[in-house]
RNA sequence: GCUCCCUUCGUCUAGAGGCCCAGGACACGGCCCUCUCAAGGCUGGAACACGAGUUCGAAUCUCGUAGGGAGCGCCA
């Protein structure tokens, strides 16, 4: 029934560190992708020079393939329709302007940005909406060459179709309709030759067979404009859908001040790609399925039916239960990996694949093994006071009798049952004279991963 | 100010007129398992923003109120 193929798409602005509230909708528009049998297009808005770094750029497509959401075409994998970035689509972009200019569906603008602040705050003051005057709207040629003439730079603005009511169907929030008469002339060339984003966002979705674009609700608003750039330039609009905005625990917007990190960030503190994809993908979105999914399976649930209407609340502690899911699964290999940036680099392999099977069931993010370090590989023990009781309760006889043999840990049951001592008894002190703790992981593993060296000096510091 | 969007347990959500005195997950409490913690199993408390209407019947439909958010940029 519908024989053009299924075309989504990601189009960050590399003008900082990757967020959650992107990553959601490059998720999203992924799955959306896999879902429906289409592709992925991924493109880069760079329209913005002053705020646009190549490290911005570079960390953008780090951090997405680091997360194992690679891009069907887009930078770094061409497809036919590239290039990927704005900033090397301006030839893509004149002859499309220009025919609009042409047509007078789109006027130069002469207005300085100090007489357009000034406008702006005069129509709020008398209670109007701060929409663009129209000054330039009418000039006619003559009046237009003299001010080229005089040296004046004009932006390009479009011009609002009078009489016009906008209607589209959004993918998750059903049917809209909008006046056009309560939008304002827009700009959609800078005055520097740069495209604006209303008229390179939906003209490149276009140029580029997109078919469906999952993005933020703050577009919602935004839409009709797109469609009336479309319309004029006789171009086939994708459909959109918006997705509510991901907030902080707080309710506010997604910021350092509520818990917000960069993608960068988790990964430094040792998150893993598919806690925060798994999270994401329940966040305005619903999925029966409680298990740690891989994007496969996400794709296989992911449905535009199933999208929330609602903003959602960003949660570490959720997050955190992604995590544990995630690192529970992990093979010893792979948790080996996943460790290394956190573990000592100078301890032989045997003893490396020993302390990370014996704490990896207690560690969430990476970052918490760097606490039981020194217990496992020496060093200073900070005793909890509850240990250091537990330790002289048990006495020198004690650490005496055992001390001989736990270097072996498949011995340990013997032992206790020698020292006629019950569970408790005999490991609380045994664990807190080696750990300085009175909780942590299993003391087998433990032990096992321990210097026997280690292990002998601890006990014998307390053995009298 | 104007326009638009939204509103189910603390949080993420199920729910598209009777299946719901509202189900699941996270978090929290209890119990079990267990050398402790974690994990796991069982279990408990916890929500339809408010008010009118429509209907035999409303979390679900309509209107209004309140609250929250977004847009109205030569940012994207």
Redesign the pocket.
């Known amino acids: 029934m519908n024989a053009v193929p299924v075309v989504t798409r990601f ?3 590399p ?1 900082g560190e990757l967020h959650l509230g992107n990553v959601r909708t490059a998720l999203f528009n992924l799955l959306l992708a896999r879902r429906l049998g289409g592709r992925y297009v991924l493109r880069i ?5 002053a ?2 770094t190549e490290a911005h750029v570079a960390g953008l497509l780090g951090d997405l393939r680091w997360l194992g959401l690679a891009w069907d075409e887009g930078p770094e994998a061409a497809g036919a329709h590239g290039p990927y970035r ?1 900033s090397q689509r301006g030839d893509v972009y004149a002859p499309l302007l220009r025919r609009l200019e042409e047509q007078d569906l789109a006027y130069p ?5 100090a007489e ?2 000034l406008s ?1 705050r005069a ?2 003051a ?7 005057a129209g000054t330039c709207a009418q000039l006619d040629a003559t009046a237009r060459a003299a001010r080229v003439a005089a040296g004046a ?3 390009l ?1 479009f011009r609002i179709p009078a009489g016009r009511t906008l209607q589209f169907d ?1 993918l ?8 056009a008469a ?3 002339d ?2 959609i ?4 030759g ?5 008229f ?2 939906a003209v490149d979705d276009s140029l580029m067979q997109v078919t469906h674009v999952l993005r ?7 839409t009709p ?1 797109q469609l009336l750039v479309l319309e004029a330039l006789g171009l086939r609009a994708p459909r959109y859908g ?1 997705l ?2 991901l ?1 902080g ?1 707080d ?3 997604l910021s350092k001040r509520n818990g917000a990190q960069s993608v960068r960030e988790l990964r430094e503190a040792g998150f893993g790609a598919p806690a925060i994809c798994n ?1 994401l993908f ?7 399925d ?1 298990r740690s999914l891989a994007i496969e399976a996400m794709a296989a649930r992911f449905d535009p ?11 570490p ?2 997050l ?2 992604w995590q ?2 995630w690192v ?1 699964s992990l093979s010893p290999e792979a948790a080996q990996d996943w460790l290394a940036p956190f573990l000592p680099t100078d301890v032989p392999p045997a003893q490396r694949a020993a302390a990370v099977a014996a704490l990896l ?2 560690i ?1 993010a990476a970052g918490e093994v760097s606490e039981w370090l020194p217990v496992v590989f020496g060093g200073e023990l900070r005793f909890e006071p509850e240990a250091r009781a537990a330790v002289e309760r048990a006495g020198a006889g004690f650490f005496r009798a055992v001390a001989a043999a736990v270097t072996d840990p498949a011995e ?2 013997a032992l ?1 049952a020698a020292s006629e001592r ?3 008894e ?3 002190p ?2 807190a004279a080696l750990t300085g ?10 032990l096992k991963a321990m210097p026997p060296a280690l292990v002998r000096a601890r006990l014998a510091a307390w053995a009298g």
């Open positions: 189009a960050p602005s003008t808005e760079d329209t913005d020079l705020r646009t704005q603008c002469f207005c300085t940005s357009l602040e702006r129509q709020l008398a209670g109007r909406p701060p929409r663009y730079r004009a932006a603005r959004d998750v929030h059903g049917p809209q309709q909008v006046d309560l939008i304002g827009f700009v060339r800078r005055e520097d740069t495209p604006a984003f209303f390179a966002n933020g609700e703050d577009h919602l608003a935004n404009r918006h509510p905005l907030t625990t309710g506010t917007p999270l329940r966040l305005g979105h619903s999925c029966a409680n039916a199933h999208l929330q209407r609602a903003s959602a609340h960003f949660d502690v959720q955190r239960h544990g899911l529970r069931p207690n969430v340990l049951p206790r019950k569970g408790a005999f490991f609380a045994l664990r703790r009175m909780h942590g992981p299993e003391l087998a593993p433990l």
